[in-house]
Every structure is written in structure tokens, then in C-alpha cells.
């Protein structure tokens, strides 16, 4: 079985790729503004606003929340965002565009938006949600377990990928991947690609409470595939990681 995906948006606009300066103002920004949105709009309301005051079941002492891995259009983990930037860097030489990106979120759950689709020049991001590789996790649990490079693995792999060109196949229209790290090298011969797929659209979340699995290809859903191309474009990066 496999599933298919969804996502919030953000308007992206085209512009001038940034320069290595920029990323790192951009970076800067997308680790704090999407982090912290309420930050934000606070800062936003009139100065002389008072807060309301606090009523008493807000004094009252709560139970710790169980810890929850996020992955929305507004959060990317500034852990993760450091290791996609550093990698737009260190294969800048491989004729990477730098004014867009695509980050799979490994370590949320399959029925979260965890494909953010990344504006570089303007910091706004659409996510979408993706499968991973059924090899990636066997007993379908909706969390990736495991990556792994090898053929025949229908596993999801790791790393920096290359965007390049499109084609009709048993997926219908898809667009093959460069993998351009020793962790996902192979991605060319294994045929790792961005598709669309049935289990990978919204309504899986209501019946299975997770989306399906790919054999290792980023699996969206059906009608979200053409925005994903048109936002991803060819010769982009897409980053893979569970941190």
C-alpha cells in the first residue's frame, strides 16, 4: 500500500539567485520566524496593548507534553535547515540552483506535511505530504526506520539529490533524481523519483491514519504532483534526512 499527499502554501516568487551571504540571512530567518510564529505576531500588535489577565487554571501546573518530532509550512527545524544549506553549498560546484529547495523531513510521521518546498530569496515554504520507501519501514508504522542505498532495498536513501529531467513511466509523468552523496549515489540506477501516487493522496490520512509506501521514490499525491513540479523545477536540490 502507499499514499498520497497534501500541504499548506505560501506564495513563492521568482527572483535573483542568492548569493552564499544571502543563504545565510535566509537561513537565519526561516530558523526563527518559522519557529516562532507567535513571536512574530506579537511583535506585530499595537504597542500599547495590554495583556489580558492570566485566569487561574493557567497557574494551575500541567503535565509535560509528550515530545512531537514538527514538520509544517511554518517549521522547519533549524538543525535540519543548517545540513540542507550546507549541502546547497558543498555541491553549489555541481550546477545546483540556489534560489530554491526541497527538504524531506525524514523524521516526522508520514501523515504529516514533511516535502517543504522552499523559496530561498523570498523565505516562504509549501509543504506537501510524501511517502518513503516501504524497505524504510517494513512494518508500516509511518515512521522511517532506515535508509539504505543498496537495489532492490525499496528503501528511501539519504542525501542531496539533483533535480533532472522528466519523463512518462509506469508512474505516469516523473522526474528523475541525481543523487550526488555516497549515501544515495545509486538513486539513478534504482530509479528514484518524484511521482505521484493514490497512497499517497490526503484521504489515506482518514482511512489508514498514514500514507502508503513507495519503493523508495518520494511518493506525492496525485493532484499535488504539478505544483511540485512547477515549485521544484529542474536542477534543484532536494535534501533527504532524518536528524
Request: proline content about 7%.
Amino acid at each position: 500500500m502507499t499514499a498520497r499527499g497534501a500541504g499548506n502554501e505560501g506564495a513563492i516568487d521568482a527572483g535573483k539567485a542568492p548569493t552564499r551571504r544571502g543563504l545565510l540571512k535566509t537561513a537565519g530567518a526561516l530558523a526563527g520566524a518559522m519557529i516562532v510564529p507567535d513571536a512574530v505576531a506579537a511583535a506585530m500588535r499595537p504597542l500599547d496593548a495590554r495583556p489580558a489577565p492570566l485566569p487561574a487554571s493557567a497557574l494551575a501546573p500541567v503535565r509535560p507534553a509528550p515530545r512531537v518530532v514538527p514538520s509544517s509550512p511554518r517549521v522547519v527545524r533549524p538543525e535540519l535547515m543548517r545540513r540542507a544549506l550546507a549541502a546547497l553549498e558543498r555541491h553549489g560546484s555541481r550546477g545546483v540552483q540556489r534560489d530554491r529547495m526541497v527538504i524531506a523531513d525524514f523524521a516526522a510521521s508520514s501523515a504529516q506535511p514533511r516535502f517543504h518546498m522552499i523559496d530561498l530569496v523570498s523565505g516562504t515554504s509549501v509543504s506537501k505530504l510524501v511517502a518513503h520507501g516501504s524497505g524504510s519501514d517494513p512494518a508500516h508504522t509511518g515512521y522511517l526506520q532506515r535508509f539504505s542505498n543498496q537495489d532492490g532495498s525499496n528503501a528511501s536513501c539519504e542525501g542531496a539529490f539533483l533535480a533532472s529531467d522528466y519523463y512518462v513511466g509506469k508512474h505516469g509523468r516523473s522526474q528523475r533524481l541525481i543523487g550526488l552523496d555516497p549515501t544515495n549515489n545509486n538513486a539513478l540506477s534504482r530509479a528514484i523519483v518524484v511521482h505521484g501516487a493514490w497512497y499517497s493522496n490526503p484521504d489515506m490520512l482518514r482511512t489508514h491514519g498514514r500514507l502508503g509506501r513507495s519503493q523508495g521514490c518520494f511518493a506525492v499525491g496525485e493532484r499535488e504532483l504539478a505544483e511540485v513540479f512547477e515549485r521544484l523545477g529542474q536542477g534543484r536540490m532536494i535534501y533527504a534526512a532524518k536528524v
